[in-house]
T-cell receptor, first 114, second 113 residues
Framework: DQQVKQNSPSLSVQEGRISILNCDYT??????FLWYKKYPAEGPTFLIS???IKDKNEDGRFTVFLNKSAKHLSLHIVPSQPGDSAVYFC?????????????WGLGTSLAVNP | DGGITQSPKYLFRKEGQNVTLSCEQN?????MYWYRQDPGQGLRLIYY???????QKGDIAEGYSVSREKKESFPLTVTSAHKNPTAFYLC????????????FGPGTRLLVL
């Protein structure tokens, strides 16, 4: 049962336009969300995060929006650049007993076309 | 430079053989993690360790073993009992309590001969 869902396996965007990557979750106990970017055959790199007490966090071209009532978050990239072409993973933090773990989505592959 | 290193980049395993994947970090992070990624899949947690000499099973621990004898090192052994070990393995670490960001190494691709 996928608790963190990225329903679009792929997305194609023109350079300079906005990229919007979506993530839905089912568990209301998630209290922190992260976005990672991954190139093939490399480890994921952290992009941006948001606490469940906020609804927006911005860092340069990247903005994450959180809608708790809809259990939905999105990552906006403006303007999109060809170097942004990668797989983007959404992850959510939850407590498992005394430990914290991340639950990962399956990823969305973004292609930014010149 | 601070970071996480994984070696080797590619690893080949023969039938009936145990293999060990290395993960080292010099970030002074307490927590370390091992994930497995298969094509078209997200990251699945194999084992994690919050502190030296302690570790817990993740979601897919069967056929794997770990140790955490030093803060800097968290090696993963893929045992001969694992039926489908071919995958991309990622090691990550995380700092002190209150920080949630995990930082990843470059990964090791394991192939079965």
């Amino acid at each position: 049962d996928q608790q963190v869902k990225q329903n679009s396996p792929s997305l194609s965007v023109q350079e300079g336009r906005i990229s919007i990557l979506n993530c839905d979750y089912t568990n209301s106990m998630f209290d922190y969300f992260l976005w990672y970017k991954k190139y093939p055959a490399e480890g994921p790199t952290f992009l941006i995060s948001i606490s469940s007490i906020k609804d927006k966090n911005e860092d340069g071209r990247f903005t994450v929006f959180l809608n708790k009532s809809a259990k939905h978050l999105s990552l906006h990239i403006v303007p999109s650049q060809p170097g942004d072409s990668a797989v983007y993973f959404c992850a959510a933090k939850i407590y498992a007993g005394n430990n914290r773990k991340l639950i990962w989505g399956l990823g969305t592959s973004l292609a930014v076309n010149p | 430079d601070g970071g996480i290193t994984q070696s080797p980049k590619y690893l080949f395993r023969k039938e009936g053989q145990n293999v060990t994947l290395s993960c080292e970090q010099n970030l002074n992070h307490d927590a370390m993690y091992w994930y497995r990624q298969d094509p078209g899949q997200g990251l699945r947690l194999i084992y994690y360790s919050q502190i030296v000499n302690d570790f817990q099973k993740g979601d897919i621990a069967e056929g794997y073993s770990v140790s955490r004898e030093k803060k800097e090192s968290f090696p993963l052994t893929v045992t001969s009992a694992h039926k489908n070990p071919t995958a991309f393995y990622l090691c990550a670490s995380k700092g002190t309590s209150g920080q949630e960001t995990q930082y990843f190494g470059p990964g090791t691709r394991l192939l079965v001969l």
